[in-house]
Antibody, heavy 128, light 107 residues
Framework: QVQLQESGPGLVKPSQTLSLTCTFS??????????WTWIRQHPEKGLEWIGYTSYTGSTYSNPSLKSRPIISMDKSKNQFSLELTSVTVADTAVYYC????????????????????WGQGTLVTVSS | DIQLTQSPSSLSTSLGDRVTITCRAS??????LNWYQQKPGEAPNLLIYAASTLRTGVPSRFSGRGSGTDFTLTISSLQPEDFAIYYC?????????FGPGTKVDMK
């Protein structure tokens, strides 16, 4: 059974770096048609896409987060990670890791992308 | 970035009702539009991808339509397990965005 599981501290102090790891079990991170993604949800709010990494090393993050997210992958451990620097109380949220999967892909193009697998989410509170 | 709006933001409905939620994109996204359902305390769950393709295992009372900038999600006959928040998402470019969500609750 494939699944994703987030892990990391539930409490981070303002100005510090939030660090979370997502472990993928039941499969491999390998593949050009996967984007390993982080999404967050502020309390009682909607979903905010943070960014992704891929097996080839390409990354992309939400421009509104101003280069604070650093998303990386440890292939040997089948894990990918999020570091969010210089956090404030506004970064308090439930953080989800997820698999964004492409379908009907050619070498340069996929006819669709969708998040077909989510972790359960982990609450991170930023507070002194 | 591509902005998504959803309407209505919430609706109160009854079992058996037909429900339609609209998602509008700020520019054409062709059919790179997905719909997710989220229940309290749970991660979202993919219902429909590529605007109109029902994910395997999702009940056929869910359907999606649209292309370009205007999309709809329809639930043909609301069931008790359908009370939830529904989000659209565009995957047209690298910067994915979600709509603000539509809460479907009981009248």
């Amino acid at each position: 059974q494939v699944q994703l599981q987030e892990s990391g501290p539930g409490l981070v102090k303002p100005s510090q770096t939030l660090s979370l790891t997502c472990t993928f079990s039941g499969g491999s991170l390998w593949g050009d048609d996967y984007r390993w993604t982080w999404i967050r949800q502020h309390p009682e709010k909607g979903l905010e896409w943070i960014g992704y990494t891929s097996y080839t090393g390409s990354t992309y993050s939400n421009p509104s987060l101003k280069s604070r997210p650093i998303i990386s992958m440890d292939k040997s451990k089948n894990q990918f990670s999020l570091e969010l620097t210089s956090v404030t109380v506004a970064d308090t949220a439930v953080y989800y890791c997820a698999r964004d999967r492409g379908g009907h892909c050619s070498p340069t193009y996929c006819s669709f992308w969708a998040i077909d697998l989510w972790g359960q989410g982990t609450l991170v509170t930023v507070s002194s | 970035d591509i902005q998504l709006t959803q309407s209505p933001s919430s609706l109160s409905t009854s079992l058996g009702d037909r429900v339609t939620i609209t998602c509008r994109a700020s520019q054409s996204i062709t059919n790179y539009l997905n719909w997710y359902q989220q229940k309290p305390g749970e991660a979202p769950n993919l219902l429909i991808y590529a605007a109109s393709t029902l994910r395997t295992g999702v009940p056929s009372r869910f359907s999606g339509r649209g292309s370009g900038t205007d999309f709809t999600l329809t639930i043909s006959s609301l069931q008790p397990e359908d009370f939830a928040i529904y989000y659209c998402q565009q995957t047209y470019n690298n910067f994915r965005t979600f709509g603000p969500g539509t809460k479907v609750d009981m009248k």
